[in-house]
């Protein structure tokens, strides 16, 4: 069943619930039905839901500002703006997005550090107020050109944990240079009202939290004596959002809370905020992609340099000889496999097939890009029965920094994004859902 709600979000409503398999099976028939062999991507709406809910109840005190650039899709701010979230954006064309959708501009945080003039000018006249800094330039631009925001410090962590991304020290004013910073706020009578930080997104340790709410109490004793009183803590983002992190997330939200108790217990007044990105999308979403060719090679292929790492090679060296399959894919690492080397260091992508077979036999393949790049690989090094040409594959927890940053290089086509939901958890949010049959919505 298919339905429609006043936003024009096109969900097929499942009564029952259904494996994503299953459902998968089902969109794949259609389009094979069409005629249609593009990429496209399937987005469970349930997962969302889900996951707000976790969120909500697992850390009651932390408002959600959900990070934009994770994944921008129309519908995932829909839902997620309707379930009662906020919104980090970092950007004016984030902000637009975001305002767009009937948020109110606080119910947004505007996190980039460094603005555009003209970004800053149009987040003024839209009264978008909440934005953070970490230099003095900048508050000399916030004074002339948005006076009334209402500033909060990014700080730079000294003590730095494992993670898949770090900021490193691109943002984030050090701590031997805070307190000259604010006071440099308080002589332009700029309003400072909090502290941010981002422990780096796919942290691996809980315990970079407890780092950091201890740095930014430290820091808010030092707004204290220069004549500020904080109201707003930022924690960042880097909570894990894959399938099988839900017991690190309990653990993270667990340490964030005892911290928060003991540090800035609640008769303090102080708002916490969080700012989860990847938590939130990255679930949610699988990505399906065919096989448009095929080859074979009765040596292992030469892979320009960066594939030949041995970290990246999981066929070990005395199956160097043996046969390799060789899949050309029509989906890329310039559309949703980016190589995660540029943001999230994640390269290993394992497909898993929709067909059921009990295949004994497995081959060294290689999975290659749309493009025509070189070095477009998905996946180098892996071993898979014998594929067909035709078929399809899917591949889960897509949901974050893969749509957001997918280009169109070489005429990669954008994929469409089929949603779906088990009903239960859509009329809690849409209890007033009227559905209609796929029919009646074609006209
Ligand atoms: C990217 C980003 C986030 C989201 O990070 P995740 O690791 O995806 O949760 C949050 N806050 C800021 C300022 C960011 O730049």
Redesign the pocket.
Do not use: I, M, R, V
């Given at each position: 069943m298919e339905a429609y709600i006043q936003q024009n979000i096109p969900v097929n409503l499942h009564p029952e619930r259904r494996t994503k398999l299953d459902v998968i099976q089902k969109f794949v028939a259609d389009m094979e039905r069409e005629g249609k062999d593009e990429h496209f991507l399937v987005c469970d709406i349930g997962d969302i839901i889900k996951k707000y809910q976790q969120w909500s109840q697992l850390l009651p005190r932390v408002k959600l500002f959900y990070?934009v650039?994770?994944n921008t899709d129309r519908v995932l701010l829909q839902i997620l703006s309707d379930l009662g979230a906020s919104f980090?954006c970092?950007s004016k064309m984030e902000i637009e997005k975001v305002l767009g959708l009937g948020v109110s501009p606080d119910r947004v945080i505007y996190?980039h550090p460094h603005k555009l003039n003209t970004s800053l000018i149009y987040a003024e006249r839209h009264s978008v107020s909440l934005m953070t800094f970490d230099s003095e330039i900048e508050l000399h631009k916030i004074k002339s050109l948005h006076p009334t925001a209402r500033l909060v410090l990014r700080i730079l962590l000294f003590e730095q944990f494992e993670a898949d991304?770090k900021?490193g020290s691109k943002f984030g004013c050090p701590s031997d240079q805070t307190r000259d910073l604010l006071q440099l706020a308080k002589e332009l009578e700029l309003v400072v009202v909090g502290v941010s930080f981002?422990v780096g997104?796919?942290i691996k340790d809980a315990r970079a939290y407890i780092a950091a709410i201890q740095q930014s109490r430290k820091t808010f004793q030092i707004a204290q004596e220069v004549g500020f009183i904080m109201n707003v803590l930022d924690i960042?983002?880097?909570?894990p959002g894959a399938q099988d992190t839900s017991d690190f997330f309990h653990e993270i939200a667990s340490v964030v809370n005892e911290t928060l108790n003991d540090l800035f217990p609640a008769d303090e007044g102080v708002d916490i905020i969080g700012?989860?990105?990847?938590?939130v999308a990255t679930s949610a979403y699988s990505s399906l992609v065919n096989i448009i060719g095929k080859r074979w090679c009765s040596k292992k292929p030469l892979l320009t340099e960066r594939y030949n790492k041995p970290e990246k090679n999981s066929w070990n060296s005395c199956e160097e000889d043996r046969n390799t399959y060789m899949y050309y894919l029509n989906d890329s690492v310039f559309g949703n496999f980016l190589d995660g080397t540029l943001y999230t260091g994640c390269t290993t992508y394992i497909p898993k097939r929709i067909k059921t077979t009990n295949d004994t036999v497995s081959y060294g393949s290689i999975l290659w890009g749309f493009t025509c790049a070189g070095n477009d690989c998905v996946n180098p090094s892996i071993r898979l029965p014998e594929l067909d040409v035709g078929e399809w594959l899917y591949f889960e927890d897509m949901g974050?920094y893969t749509l957001s940053m997918a280009s169109n290089f070489n005429g990669l086509e954008t994929p469409e994004i089929k949603y779906y939901c088990s009903e239960d958890l859509w009329l809690q949010v849409y209890p007033k859902t009227i559905t209609i049959s796929r029919d009646q919505t074609r006209q």
């Open positions: 990070a650039k994770c980090d970092a996190t991304e900021f981002h997104s796919g960042g983002g880097g909570f700012e989860p990105g990847a938590y974050a």
